[in-house]
């Protein structure tokens, strides 16, 4: 038997019955070797999927073996990420990345293209469905980096457990709850924010232009969402620091080339070592990173 | 992070629970680098898929990425190969190529072998079990060649549906319906063909050797069928141009070298450009470019 | 169409709802080109899958696909095994191995141990939790090997009928069937025994310590268990050919790397022939050939 030099692995792990091709061609453009890939997984089968990751090499070669957990379902691939790092002890493990839906790889282009313009720590940003999986981490991210984050909501009861949420992973947040279903919320939430990131579902408006335009502080406008109409009225899908009004404003698809590049960089990470656990605050690292090289 | 080339990545969907070996065999020994199968697939299903092949690459790598679409249910295929072409837009869109067990590129070769021995322009051909999926693409391809048609069905009413589902194909078609189920039916249906094409299910008779012998006009006989008894009593299904009687005989093994050459060749063109759409007549013409070179 | 040169693919069916990471990281270590993995294989989808990797490549280069039996459930995988050597018919046919949960490499690794330092022909050898599919696999080969085999379970009558299935796989068999849920039980089980290997669940224990070291025959104790508490008290699943009381002991991982050893030179060899059919006596024939190497 000749001697089979080892191919990296990466075990994709996804909830939904198929399993997505986006993050399939993506892993291939990484250079991930092989892909093993899971639809329909549940949290029952994850141990003995990554214990056959864990157990087939050595431990000097572990690290060319990797676990993706992604899907459409951000909270199911939470919680298979979760059971994942359950499987490990000591230094038998494998390096593992969460992006289902690419939340963690948008939020992390968003905070990124945002800090270009505005000094992060003590900024004020208001995050429109700032409740839904995406904007959660949006501003998970900028709270960390010492931001006031406004958490946008239709509801201001939803808004407030989603401060809570965010505070369950980094307490020291300074959060603060908005209803922005009417214009006075909205006008409120806005008040004095620098930063507004549209987080929403696809093809809902969540700001209008003039409300946009009115504001004097705001200097950064980013709109996530990539099928029209746009979250951000008057922001287009291809904007990237475009200036529109006071601000200088991102589109989804402006974002995109950023989030791409750090969904590539954090997979080919993934076999550089064995221990990584990529979530959002590892996966901006990364992308900070990145700008700065 | 290493420059890596992309590779060659070919999506295969499947409505059988097991996405097809066989297609996948021919996809890798096509050349196909990257193979993501997926088995089970429903028409909800298709869009995410194919957005994940149309989002992840740029527009200048776009033809490095297809999708192919198999399994055993033709008309389940047929939804899926619609579902697959409405998510494009623009430029924004992959090739991709239908071959539901194997009808597209069986129906070609067989056209292609009796092509070999008779102008199709005026020829005169009998379908026997021509209102399947292989049959009516076989009637499909000759009618286009200028061939007048006959689909021979069991009943004379479904054979006329079939004629009306091929001229929505190809109005212009030359379609005649023939009840060949009564040895009375048979002999009309023969009457002045030069060509007879069995396309039915496997292990079913469809004219006896008699019958086929008793035509002075007939000059190429083609069974599709692999399994005995022969669609054709008295034709091997090894036969490849093989005389008997006045006609020059083909068996499924036959016409399965030129089939699979089809195949291949078509797979291999999808990563040519991202623009084509192989079905019946597409493939045709790959087959028809195969035999002129 | 470029001139494509043939991968070597390993077709993995397993009956688990998805199919083994573990299975699919020694595939790709041993050399197989490409996995076509399948999860939740039924009897029934069997022949269409075998089919494919028959039907596709020339007589010549049919000993470049092969098929891979794997998944947790030993006589699902049995059955499916059986599913697949019947599509074969004359030349026509692809190798293909058995090896669910490990259960073939395992035993035949266990068994190549004991014999580095018994001889098997005329020893005595007592198989603990003899009953399950690898204890029966483990009672095989020794019989084969012209061990006298004792079978120990929980009820003599289980014992009884497992010993009854092994004879018919090999009629010449010397089988005893053994209660060792008792202490005199085992006393009796294990007096005169040279050999003793425990085959149980993980986590259970099946002999006491005393009663290891209170026998004077015994030279050789090996545990399969990886789970604490081991299924021979006192052997620690790092032992291989570790000195206790009278017995050179062996753990489960201290067998562990003879068994990934035979399972990589086993998919290795399914690449040089079409006619393979690995089950256990064939898989420790290739494991007796590379320690005898």
């Not at 059971?83 to 963690?104: H, I, Q, T, W, Y």
């Not at 603060?176 to 620098?194: F, I, K, M, Y």
């Amino acid at each position: 038997m000749k001697n089979v030099s080892k191919s990296t692995i990466l075990v994709q792990l996804d909830s939904d019955p198929q399993p997505s091709v986006f993050d399939s061609v993506v892993a291939v453009d990484s250079g991930a070797e092989q892909l093993f890939r899971h639809g329909g997984v549940t949290d029952a089968q994850v141990r003995d999927l990554v214990y056959g990751a864990m157990f087939t090499r050595g431990p000097d070669e572990l690290h060319r073996t990797a676990v993706f957990v992604g899907g459409s379902n951000v909270l199911a691939a939470e919680h298979l990420f979760a059971k994942v790092r359950e499987c490990f002890f000591g230094p038998m493990r494998v390096s593992v990345m969460l992006d289902p839906n690419g939340a963690n790889t948008t939020a992390a282009a968003a905070v990124l293209a945002a800090a270009r313009h505005v000094p992060l720590a003590g900024a004020t940003a208001l995050i429109l469905a700032g409740t839904g999986p995406v904007g959660q981490r949006v501003a998970r991210l900028l709270a960390r980096q010492g931001a006031a984050v406004r958490i946008g909501s239709r509801a201001r009861d939803r808004a407030s457990e989603a401060c809570g949420e965010i505070h369950s992973y980094f307490p020291e947040a300074k959060l603060q709850p908005h209803e922005t279903v009417t214009s006075a919320g909205r006008q409120a939430a806005l008040d004095g924010a620098e930063i507004v990131i549209a987080a929403g579902a696809p093809g809902v408006e969540l700001l209008a232009a003039s409300e946009r335009e009115a504001s004097s502080t705001l200097r950064v406008a980013i709109d996530l969402s990539a099928v029209p109409p746009a979250g951000l009225e008057g922001v287009d899908m291809h904007d990237k620091a475009q200036q529109r009004g006071n601000a200088l404003c991102y589109g989804a698809l402006g974002v995109g080339g950023a989030k791409m590049k750090i969904h590539k960089s954090a997979l080919a990470q993934l076999f550089t070592r064995n221990d990584l656990a990529l979530d959002a605050e590892e996966i901006y690292a990364i992308g900070a990173a990145l700008e700065s090289a």
